[in-house]
C-alpha cells in the first residue's frame, strides 16, 4: 500500500489533478483546471475550530464528572472521617441512636461475597469461553449461545433479586439444611439456612458477574494466536491437552485481567444482594448466615438517615469507592497490556 | 541401512495415530469436553428459570388496567403501575437526553479529534473506570450534588443519576462505531479538501450511526432496569407524573425498578403479584430495547 495522504487539501488535490493530466495529456482542457475542489472557507475553517473545541469540552466533562464524584462524596464524608477516623473500619456497631457506626462487618461481607461469587462464575465463565471458542459448536449455534449468555447481564439486578427470594432460596434451603446437620462442626457450614444468606446472595451474584467474566475471558481466549494451537494440534496433542497446556496459559493473564472486573462488578453490586443477603451486620465464616454488604447498607439505610447517620453512610460510600475503582484500575490496566502484548507480538 | 520393509515398521511403530477411548488422554479429553457442555447447559439455567417465573408468575395477572392503574395501598385489592411505566420513560428520556450528547461529542474526540492525545487517553481511562462504577454510588453522588441543591427529590435527579451509568457505555461504543468507518472513506472526504468537522458530520456520523444507535439502546436497556441510583434520587411515588392537568416533575417519582424492590418484601399478595407483573413488564422491555439493539448490529455486519 502506498502511504496514504494523512493532511488533506488543495495542495495535495491539486497536485493529484496535475498528475493526473500529465498523464491523460489529450484530456487537458481548461474546465478540467476548474475543479468542484475548493479550499475550506473561512466560515468552515471558524465551524471546524468551534465544533472540535466544543468536542474537546464534553471530552472533559468525562473527566471533571469522575473528579467532582471524588470530591462529592470525599467532601460529605469529611466530617464523619474526623469523627471516627479508623475505628470506622475496625468495630462492627451501626446503631443510629447512639450515632455508633462502623462498618467492618459490611466490608466483610462484601469482600466475602463477591470473593464466593468470583470463584463460582470463574469456573463457569473459563468453560464457557472456551466452549465459545475452542470449535464445540457451529458458527450459528455459538452465536445463539453468545446472545443467550450476554442476555444473563441484561436481566435487571432487582428482577434476580425478587426471582432470588422467591427461586434460589427455597431450592437450597434442602441442600444447606442437610449440610448443616450432617456437616455442621465445619464452621462454613455452622449455621442453619433461615431465609436471606451469604450463599444464596452469592450465587445469584454469580450469576450476574458470569457474562462479564465469559465475554472478556472469550476475548482473551480468541486473541491466542492460531498457529500456536494449530502447533501442539500438530504435535498429536488431544484437546484437552491442547486448551489446558497452550490456549489457557497463552491467555492467563487476560483471564486474569477478567477475573478483576468480574471482581469489580461484584463488589458494586447492590440490589440483589440488599434482597437476599439479610443485613445483618455480624462477622460469620458460615455460608448461610444473613450478612451485609457496602452497597446494601446503603441501599437500605441511606432513605431515611438523618444527618449523621448521612456522613457515615459517605463515609462507607467513600470505601466501596476506593476499592471498586482500585479493582476496576487494576483490571482495566490488566487487559490493556494483554491486548498490546498479544496483537502487537503476533501481526 | 536396512530393507525397506523394517524402515517403515520403524516409522509406523511411534505414529500410533489412530483414535481409540483406549488411551487415555482421548478418554480425558472427551470426558472434559461433555463436562463442558454440561456446564454451557447449566449456565443457560438461570436465564431460562428466570424467564419461565417471570411468564408464569407475572403473566397470570397481566391485563390492561395494570397499565392504567397507580399502585394499591396495603390492602387494597387491584391497581397496577401505569405511574411508574411512565416514570421510568420520563427518567431514562432525561438521562438519554444528557448522555446521548456528551458520549457522542467525547467519542468524537476520542476516536477523531485526537485519538492518541493525552485528553483521549485520559478520557478513555475515565469511561473505563466509570463502566465499572457502581450504581449506586451514583445515586449516593447524585443525592449529594443534586438532591440537597435543588432540597427534593424529583424525575431529574433520577434522569441525572441515570445518564452516570449511560455515559461511559454511549461513548466507548460510539468510539467503536467511528473507528470501524473505512480509512478510505475518511481520506476521500479530506481529500476533496473538506474540514475535519465536515468529514465528521457528513461522513463519519451517518456511517457510525446505526453502530452508535446500538450502544444508545443497550445503555438505554441498562439504565431502565436500575433501581439503585432511584432509590434516594427519584424516591417513589403513587401518583402520576401529571395529576390533575398539574405536572410534577420536580416531586419525588415512581419507577418499574423501585416499585418491584419495593413490593418485593412485603407480605400483601396483592403488591406481590404486582411486583412480579411488573418484573415481567420490565424484563420485556429491557430484552426488547437490547434485542432490537443487537439485530441492527448485525444487520450492519453484512456490509
Redesign the interface.
Known sequence: MPT??Q????S??NS?VSNHSKRSPARTSPTFEVS?????STT??L??RG??G??????????V??C??LY??G??AFPAIQEYGLSFVTQSTWDANNAQFSVLPEIWGTLSSSLLALAIAT??GV??A??LTQD?LTPRVERV?T???E??A??????????G???VIPTIRPIATWLHEHLGTIPFFSTPLSGPGLLPASLVLS?MI?PTIAAVSRDAISAVPNQLREAAYGL?A????V?PGVVLRTASSGIFGAMV?GL??A?????AL??LIGNSNQVSLSLFSPANTL?AL??NN??EAGKVEEQA??FA?LI??AI??G???I??VIIDRTTRRLTGGTS | MNSPATTTADINTPLN?KWSLRHR??L??VG??G???F??V???I??F??LT??IW?GGQHLSLRLFTETPPSAFAEGGGFGNAIVGTIVMVGIAALISV??GI??A???AE?GPESR??T??R?????????????A???T???VVLVTGTYSAPAGGIALS?LM?PIV?LTAEEAMKSVP?KMR?A??????????V?WHVILPTALPSMLTGVMLAV??A?????PL??TA?NSNYWIIQDGQQALMEPTASL?VL??NF??VPFKNQLEL??AA?LV??LL??TV?LCG?ALADSQKHY
Open positions: 496514504p495522504a493532511s488533506p487539501h488543495v495535495q488535490s493529484m468542484v475542489v475548493s479550499p475550506p468552515d475553517v465551524v471546524d465544533f472540535r466544543l468536542a474537546y469540552v464534553f471530552a472533559w466533562l468525562t473527566i464528572l469522575v467532582t464524584i462529592e462524596i467532601g460529605h469456573f463457569f468453560f464457557i472456551i466452549f464445540f449461545f446472545t443467550i449468555f442476555l444473563l441484561a436481566i435487571p439486578s432487582v428482577v434476580y433479586g425478587l426471582w427470594i422467591y427461586i450469576i458470569l498429536g488431544t484437546r484437552w491437552q486448551i472486573l469489580g462488578r463488589l458494586g453490586e447492590t440490589m440488599a434482597m452497597a446503603l441501599a441511606f432513605p453512610l459517605m460510600a466501596l469507592l471498586t475503582l479493582v476496576n484500575m483490571g482495566t | 495415530i488422554s482421548t480425558v479429553s472434559l469436553s463436562l463442558t457442555y456446564i454451557a447449566v449456565a443457560c438461570p436465564l428459570s428466570v417465573m417471570l408468575r450528547p456528551c461529542m467525547g468524537i474526540v476520542l479529534c485528553t483521549a485520559i478520557v481511562f475515565c469511561a473505563k473506570l466509570l463502566t465499572g462504577f457502581p450504581s449506586i454510588l445515586g449516593v453522588f443525592y449529594a450534588s452516570i455515559l461513548m480509512r481520506e472526504a479530506y481529500g476533496m479538501g473538506a474540514t475535519q468537522t465536515q465528521i436497556a441498562r431502565a432496569g436500575e433501581t439503585a432509590l434516594f424516591l425498578a418491584i424492590y418485593s418484601g411486583a412480579w418484573a420490565l424484563v429491557v430484552l437490547n443487537r
